[in-house]
């Protein structure tokens, strides 16, 4: 049941959809569809003259829904599997440019937060606001030391309209479950999920000061991208104080080739940022359009906005990095493979139908310059070509695919010629290489031998307990029998990895021994030398064969 207090924000809603000629959307819905032949009588429906595209009327009317129905837009804009490409290329334009609420009531909201006067907090405080969004706006400060500052502060009253507007959306959402033919598949409900905990985390701008400075730190001392301090005494729930920046926005290229920046090295270094972030870090910032990119005259990134960031899990980035390997080297076999594997579509899949409908969608965008690709139409077709497979889009990877597009608008508008391929590949194979080579076996051995040394003398009492209750019928579960035989396999695996690795860590133990006694007596034992390579070497095989059997 819809609440009383939705039906006058329905309302509104309707009326704005009609106003800009969206009144269809309103009769094909399954309460009104019986409907329809009225709005075919109705005189403006014939008078309207020429309307402007779909995706251009849907995205005014979000504008003029309010700062949420934007958000929500713009986080609907990278749902490429549940709109047409039209719709979504005209939603990712959405941007946060609201009119904004006064600055006397900033002023008020800054002194309620910190329980002083704006004089006693700051030397100088702007009450005209420098940016204006959905969530919050930004005034400049100077603290008392002279160090020049924003304060950002959050829209005053905007949790319960968020609330409102999600409730809302939820009943919808709902509907169109309930009622829509592709509602179910879909799964509105989940975008609305999905948008409601993007939002919520942007509610809270201590926590994007703290996204703010892990990034910071992440990428301290590079030359890549600066990101602003934060001051730390002045973060609230409400309100943040961070170190004010200044450079060219990312978008005014004439100015960019004004002081001299070379556009072509600058688009390649947004490729590196983003690669790094995802795959070096695992934390990148997703919601990398222009106007929260900005360029020093150096040629440096500098990043603001803070409030929606990503992560992966190890295995999805191992994933993901080893699909763009595989697209770079036009192995569709592998990534139609690596698709089943990590079970993004079912495992009944034809390898050879998946592999044939990825080739047919990828193979036409190589070896082409950024200017001549659109990867707008490149996901649209591998989302169409995923429905065929029934696969399901991942939620976690939602946030990287809306941050690629972003990278892919920055890279055409700065240096269209840019060949995104060429600059990506060596920095994927260098990252891969970490991850599966020599490097990684080291680094995975020395993280894991501190837990080895305090298992391994605890596994011969745990097998004998384990065994001691399986024999005497004590072992939880009806089905003992099944649970010792799976028992004795495992540990009969468990046994053999064990003895190897002991056998191994034996041999580098004495190598090391035996070069002590070499340093110690080089004459009594001059053949030492070489025992304590073969020794090192055998123990080194034997670690390495134990980890594989793993």
């Known amino acids: 049941m819809i609440r009383p207090g939705h039906l006058l924000r329905l309302l509104y809603i309707n009326l704005v959809l009609v106003r800009h000629g969206l009144d269809e959307l309103i009769v094909a819905t399954h309460l009104f569809r019986p409907l329809r032949f009225l709005l075919y009588l109705a005189p403006w429906y014939w008078l309207r003259g020429l309307r402007a595209p779909r995706g251009v009327r849907i995205r005014r009317a979000l504008a003029d829904l309010g700062p949420i129905f934007v958000k929500f837009g713009q986080i609907l804009s990278t749902r490429r599997d549940l709109l047409p490409d039209d719709i979504a290329i005209e939603l990712a334009q ?74 809302l959306m939820y009943y919808l959402a709902g509907l169109a479950e309930r009622y829509w033919r592709e509602g179910r598949r879909l799964r509105p409900r989940e975008v609305v999920q999905e948008f409601e905990k993007v939002i919520f985390d942007e509610l809270d701008l201590v926590r994007e000061a703290a996204n703010a400075a892990q990034l910071r730190r992440n990428f301290e001392g590079s030359t890549l991208l600066y990101v602003p301090d934060i001051y730390w005494p002045y973060a609230r729930r409400n309100v943040i104080v961070m170190e004010r920046i200044s450079g060219i926005p990312v978008g005014d290229i004439e ?66 990095a080893e699909n763009f390997i595989a697209f770079f080297n036009r192995d569709y076999q592998r990534v139609a493979e690596l698709h089943l594997e990590s079970g993004w579509v079912p495992a009944s899949t034809r390898v050879d139908e998946f592999e044939s409908a990825i080739r047919t969608v990828c193979e036409p965008n190589f070896n082409r310059p950024l200017k001549e690709i659109s990867f707008g139409q490149v996901l649209l077709r591998l989302f169409q070509t995923a429905r ?61 031998l501190p837990i080895w040394s305090e298992t391994l003398p605890e596994l011969p009492a745990l097998m004998h307990a384990y065994l001691y209750k399986a024999v005497n019928h004590k072992l939880d579960g009806g089905n003992t029998t099944r649970e010792f035989e799976k028992l004795r396999r495992e540990m009969e695996r468990a046994n053999r990895r064990s003895v190897i690795a002991i056998a191994g860590a034996a041999l580098l133990i004495s190598a090391a021994i035996n070069l002590g006694l070499d340093n110690y007596a080089p004459r009594m034992l001059g053949s030492m030398p070489v025992s304590s390579w073969v020794l090192g070497l055998s123990g080194a095989v034997l670690l390495i064969a134990a980890y594989l059997r793993r």
């Open 94 to 167: 959405l941007q946060d440019r609201v009119p904004p609420f006064p600055g006397e009531q900033a002023r008020r909201i800054v002194e309620a937060t910190y329980g002083k006067p704006v004089g006693e907090l700051f030397q100088f405080f702007d009450e005209t606001p420098l940016a204006s969004a959905s969530i919050a706006q930004v005034h400049a400060a100077r603290l008392h030391d002279g160090r020049e500052v924003v304060v950002k502060v959050l829209r005053p009253n905007i949790e319960p309209i968020i609330r409102r507007d999600l409730s």
């Open 255 to 320: 100015q960019l080739r004004d002081v001299g920046v070379d556009l072509k090295r600058l688009a390649e270094h947004g490729v590196e940022i983003f690669y790094t972030q995802v795959f070096k870090h695992n934390f990148f910032h997703a919601d990398m359009h222009p106007g929260n990119i900005f360029v020093s005259p150096e040629g440096r990134y500098i990043a603001v906005d803070f409030g929606i960031m990503g992560t992966l899990t190890p295995e999805d980035k191992r994933y993901l």
């Open 388 to 448: 065929r497979f029934n696969m399901e889009v991942q939620p976690q990877l939602v946030l990287l695919q809306k941050t690629l597009l972003n990278i892919e608008g920055l890279g055409r508008q700065l240096y269209p010629d840019l060949d995104l391929w060429t600059t990506a590949k060596p920095f994927l194979e260098r990252w891969m290489n970490e991850q599966v080579g020599t490097r990684a076996f080291v680094r995975r051995l020395r993280e894991n």
